[in-house]
């Protein structure tokens, strides 16, 4: 039975991924679970699942959760001790949000086990600093995000990235998909988490609604397999379906199709090079299909371009985006900015990066620091005036 340790386990990738493993009693063992501080929901899935430790990220609340958990297993606290989780099993799933999940992808790899990676800001923040621990004997990344785990099957059956010509990723254009800019100007916190396809925390849903998810998935496409940006790219797919395609130099276009489930990404990961026996998000073919594709309206929903630029840009571009962008998220779910803000000060901070490399985790840090602390800024200049020229 393969270990695996559950990081974000509270979340949506987290709660999704012990589906997975429930579903399959016999091949899964859950060696670890953490959250950050759902400490009643953290306890109920250690009383379900028992698995021999449990981590919080947020030490305050240590002891209420350790009066709730099963005798005899173990609790440990802080980031550090995430990451030692992330040492510990046969497969660790990053399902922890933000640039918080970058210590458990690091600590993964350098000890050689398969990362099942659902936690994108940490490949895209540090991705020169991952690709060095990545050829650490054992060390393997399985993509869980859907698209990217798309691909990866995609690159599989067409042997590589051998006469590939491009990849496309497909996004379903998320709640906004055909709003012009004008539309898009009293656009409300609710509205901007109504996703018409898929369940995801708040921060991954708002960065549908931009179209900033699928620009960090472009950047993350591009460490993930080694391909140009000027190879990458998105269309809108509104029935999510097609979770994305490889074409080749010949013309021929691989693609792969299913319903939309997230379970079917994380139980590829989980037992690659296997599949599950447990068909997730498999598809009626007796039932009529339409599959649609359209370019996205880059005026409309500026995010995919800024973080096209900050690939190509290199060094530490991709940190200072991923830094600004969490910031400006928090801004508008707080009510402090409106969305169309979110791109004016994720562009505002971008003006600001300071050139400098990703040479050393060191390095990403303090650029995602700086970067955060640059958009805190311009969040406070922006709550009289929008940063995309529009009054709220």
């Known amino acids: 039975m393969k270990t695996i340790a559950v990081l974000g386990s509270t979340g949506s990738i987290g709660t999704q991924t012990l589906d997975v493993i429930a579903s399959e009693p016999n091949e899964f063992e859950v060696h670890s679970i953490a959250a950050n501080s759902s400490v009643e929901l953290l306890a109920a899935q250690a009383e379900a699942v028992r698995p021999k430790v449990v981590g919080l990220i947020d030490p305050t609340r240590a002891s209420e959760l350790a009066a709730m958990l099963p005798v005899g297993t173990e609790l440990v606290t802080g980031l550090d001790a995430l990451a030692g989780l992330a040492r510990s099993a046969d497969v660790v799933v990053n399902g922890v949000v933000g640039f918080a999940g970058l210590p458990v992808t690091l600590a993964a790899l350098e000890s050689g086990k398969r990362l099942a990676l659902a936690n994108k800001e940490s490949l895209i923040a540090a991705g020169p600093v991952v690709e060095r621990v990545r050829s650490t004997p054992g060390a393997e990344i399985i993509p869980v995000d859907s698209e990217h785990c798309a691909v990866h099957m995609c690159l599989r059956a067409g042997e590589g990235t051998r006469q590939l010509r491009r990849i496309v990723l497909t996004a379903s254009g998320g709640p906004f998909r055909g709003y012009a800019a004008e539309m898009l100007e009293e656009v409300t916190i609710d509205q901007a988490l109504a996703h ?87 598809m009626d073919w007796t039932k009529a299909v339409s599959l649609e594709f359209y370019q996205p309206d880059r005026q409309a929903f500026r995010c995919l371009d800024l973080a096209y630029d900050a690939g190509r840009s290199g060094g530490t571009a991709p940190a200072w985006l991923s830094g600004a962008n969490e910031v400006a998220v928090e801004g508008f779910l707080s009510g402090t900015i409106s969305w169309r803000q979110i791109a004016g000060v994720v562009a505002e901070a971008m003006d600001r990066w300071d050139g400098s490399k990703a040479d050393s985790l060191e ?30």
């Open 196 to 282: 018409p396809t898929w369940s995801m925390g708040p921060k991954i849903t708002i960065d549908s609604s931009t179209l900033m998810n699928k620009g960090l998935e472009v950047i993350e496409a591009h460490e993930l397999f080694g391909v140009d940006y000027d190879d990458i790219e998105v269309v809108v797919h509104p029935q999510s379906i097609v979770h994305s395609m490889a074409e080749f130099t010949d013309g021929a276009t691989i693609a792969q199709l299913s319903e939309p489930d997230m379970r079917l990404p994380i139980g590829y990961a989980l037992t690659y090079p296997d599949r599950l026996s447990t068909p997730f998000g498999a």
């Open 363 to 392: 390095s990403v840090l303090a650029a995602d620091a700086e970067a955060r602390r640059v958009a805190k800024e311009v969040v406070a200049s922006a709550t009289s005036a929008d940063t995309g020229g529009n009054s709220r």
